[in-house]
């Protein structure tokens, strides 16, 4: 099946066409009523009713004619996925009919029934009193399902009514205006040509795709996205013939849908390429604000799967569905800019740019190397737990990569003298005695977690399937932070070049430990990080710790990102998340064993009694059959005691009341751990049970088969 004709349906025509963006309110808003609305999406003016009065009705005219009946306040509760409560347009008249109305009012807040969502203490369910209102920068979208049916999607902020952030959109938003303030101070100083600074962000999202009808027979992936038992095949990603292969003409065929959906909903999707694991992709849109990247990277995450469906396909979304083959993750790649377009973290042409750049270099250097904890926090899911360190993703040290080039300019200006560079470009020692950088600093390092690329970091530790939220709030904050403590020193100052260079040297030595352009993957990193003193914090449960405490607390309130009880009730719902994903991991773990590995290696047990006995009727000398039989009871009796074990040490955690920390550490500690035995005696009996008795799909059928 494929739908997509581009010869019929040129890009360029779709492109958007599902997206209340810029172009169209432009076309389709009065004059003034645009420019006022471009106002207040850049914060500069709060929203009037009439404004709001206006577009509401302009949106509804739109969606309408593209065949919308319903509308959605969408928003992103905590659970990591997004929310929506349908309404239909239709309002009827005394004469039995009805005409289509949207308001001012309902584009601007909407009243979902929170009780449902998770809270963390911050508001007893019978309270239930949230709201969403409308965020004004990231442009409304329709949805279209396959049957027809389409509905608008507003973007929204979930507040309690006594103002506590309930989504991720809220301290998302939070942290750009703290980052857009800071930045604004330093760039006042620096005389800079500027009235905000934003961050920008490109998230590059990989997936495996699995054909559904192995997945229907998969429960463990069904409930958890990941395969909880599974030995590997003889051939796994070791040939390396998968990466940036030709694509199948399966999983082709559902990019080219995928591609037409995204760019219909204004997605600019760019890259996609087979990724390191069999059937394994990427997929890279080009980049936007954190925000809105934020909700579109929701929005794609929500396209793949859709699509995928279409195609009798299922896109897996866990870091680590496979055992034994890569997982996934996601590349956070994030910068800030102008709003007069200039990219604060490109080296420029000369050296007032170059000093500039420098500036901000070393302030994210110092905020990685002072936040690095929260930023591992949040990279934090019991997927990604399977992958950090497990040389495919990098540790769970955090670590920044300049490139050799870079590091040694800011070694030397560091030690305060002149950069001579080698003889690749010229040096232009200008007042602020900050050299001209050469031009392609970028040289890659796939290991590192924070890698600098040429005008933008890398953050490459993120899970696949979390929202990029958390990680930007961090990014944003910890920057923010620093940025503040150079403008206060800065602004304090009489010589404004002196003071730079000060800040320069000093904040580049005291963390450049944090910087390590080697390989990260290596035994020695880790050896060479822990004694310069660096974080290396291997599990969730424990990276999750670092959110409530005093110096995160400090952080996030400085900036009023979040607050202590909001902090507090992240905390406790992240916990709880941890302990319920391996609760079901757990479960399903159990009744897979027990209900299908067993009676498979009794069949097999019987089968094998009934040949020996054959053998024995015809005085066989032989006993390979016998050796086999004992092989399988012998691995089906310890199978069995282990699954005995985990029910108790599972039942053990579940008992675990009024304290979310202690229960999911004894869901890593205890319960994974048994997991992890009980997986190991069931993928060694899959190796010896036939293939036709094996009862569910193995990993050839989910890796190779497409
Ligand atoms: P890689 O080599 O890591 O696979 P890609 O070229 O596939 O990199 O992806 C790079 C990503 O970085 C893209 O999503 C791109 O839009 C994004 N990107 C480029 N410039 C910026 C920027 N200034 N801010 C944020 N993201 C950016
Ligand atoms: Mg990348």
């Known amino acids: 099946m494929n739908k997509t004709d581009f010869k019929k349906t040129p890009v360029n025509e779709i492109y958007g066409i599902n997206s209340f963006g810029d172009a169209v309110m432009r076309e389709r808003l009065p004059k003034s009523v645009y420019k006022e609305l471009k106002l207040v999406q850049e914060g500069n003016k709060g929203l009037s009713p009439d404004i709001a009065e206006v577009v509401a009705n302009a949106m509804k005219d739109w969606a309408l004619e593209r065949g919308a009946t319903h509308y959605t306040h969408w928003f992103q509760p905590l659970t990591g996925l ?39 203490g911050l508001r007893a369910t019978f309270e ?4 969403t209102a409308w965020d004004t920068a990231s442009p409304a979208f329709l949805k279209e399902d396959n049957s027809g049916g389409v509905t608008l999607c507003i973007p929204t902020a979930f507040i309690s009514y006594t103002g506590e952030a309930l989504d991720m959109k809220v301290p998302l938003l939070r942290s750009m205006d703290a980052i857009n303030k800071q930045a604004m101070r330093i760039l006042t100083l620096l005389e800079m040509d500027a009235d905000r600074v934003t961050t920008s962000v490109g998230p590059e999202q990989e997936y495996f795709l699995i054909d559904k009808d192995f997945y229907d027979k998969r429960p463990d992936l069904m409930l958890t996205g990941r395969t909880v038992i599974g030995s590997k095949p003889s051939k796994g990603q070791e040939m390396d013939d998968h990466y940036f292969g030709a694509i199948k003409e399966r999983a082709s065929a559902f990019m080219s849908e995928l591609n037409m959906e995204l760019w219909k909903l204004g997605i600019a999707a760019k890259t996609q390429h087979n990724e390191v694991a069999p059937n394994q992709f990427e997929i890279a849109p080009i980049f936007d604000t954190t925000n809105v990247a934020t909700d579109r990277n929701q929005l794609l995450m929500e396209t793949l799967k859709k699509v995928a469906a279409r195609h009798n396909l299922v896109a897996l979304l866990h870091e680590k569905p496979f055992a034994g083959v890569n997982g996934s993750g996601k590349h956070n790649n994030w910068s800030m800019s102008t709003d007069k377009g200039v990219n604060l973290l490109e080296p420029g042409d000369d050296p ?39 040389n495919e993703a990098p540790p769970a040290i955090i670590s920044v990569f300049l490139g050799d080039q870079l590091t040694d300019i800011l070694d ?89 260079k000060e800040i320069i040297a000093r904040t580049y030595n005291e963390h450049k430990r944090v910087i390590y352009n080697g390989n990260n993957y290596s035994d020695v990193w880790i050896k060479e990080a822990s004694k310069r003193g660096l974080a290396n914090i291997t599990n969730t449960v424990d990276a ?163």
């Not at 590192?448 to 958390?470: D, L």
């Open 352 to 390: 007032t740019d170059n000093a500039n750049f420098i500036l901000f270099l070393v302030a994210i250097i110092k905020a990685v190397d002072k936040f690095a904890p929260l930023l591992r926090m949040s990279a934090a899911n019991s997927g990604n737990d399977h992958r950090l360190g497990a």
């Open 544 to 706: 999750l710790t670092e959110f409530p405490k005093d110096y995160s607390v400090d952080l996030f309130e400085r900036h009023n990102i979040l607050t202590r009880q909001e902090i507090e009730s992240r905390h406790e719902i992240q916990l709880e998340s941890y302990s319920q994903q391996i609760n079901i991991e757990a479960e399903i773990m159990i009744e897979l064993t027990k209900k299908q590995v067993l009676p498979a290696a009794g069949k097999f047990i019987r089968d094998l009694a009934e040949t020996i006995s054959g053998l024995k009727q015809g005085n066989s000398p032989f006993s390979s059959f016998e050796n086999i039989l004992s092989e399988t009871a012998l691995n089906s009796e310890i199978l069995y005691k282990r699954i005995v074990l985990l029910q108790e040490t599972l039942t053990k955690a579940q008992n675990i009341e009024n304290s979310p920390l202690k229960q999911a550490k004894e869901y890593r500690e205890n319960v994974f751990t048994k997991m992890e035995n009980l997986r190991e005696v069931s993928d060694t009996l899959e190796t010896m049970i036939p293939c036709e008795l094996w009862p569910i799909p193995t990993y050839l059928d989910l890796l190779f088969r497409l």
């Open 82 to 120: 997004t929310a929506e409560k349908h309404d239909s347009f239709i309002s009827p008249t005394s004469d039995g009919r009805v005409i289509m109305e949207f308001s001012g009012k309902e584009l601007i807040q909407g009243e979902p029934d929170a009780s449902s969502f998770p809270s963390g």
């Open 412 to 500: 030397t200006l560091a030690n305060g003298e002149k950069y001579q560079s080698e003889g690749k470009e010229s040096i232009e020692l200008g007042v602020s005695t900050i050299p001209k950088l050469p031009k392609d600093l970028t040289d890659r390092n796939r290991t590192s977690p924070f890698a600098f690329t040429g005008n933008k970091f890398e953050f490459r530790m993120v899970p696949s399937s979390m929202s990029i939220a958390n990680p930007n709030i961090i990014i944003n904050a910890a920057v923010a932070d620093v940025l503040s403590e150079f403008a206060d020193e800065m602004e304090k100052s009489n010589n404004l070049n002196k003071s730079m």
């Open 128 to 131: 239930a009193r949230g709201y």
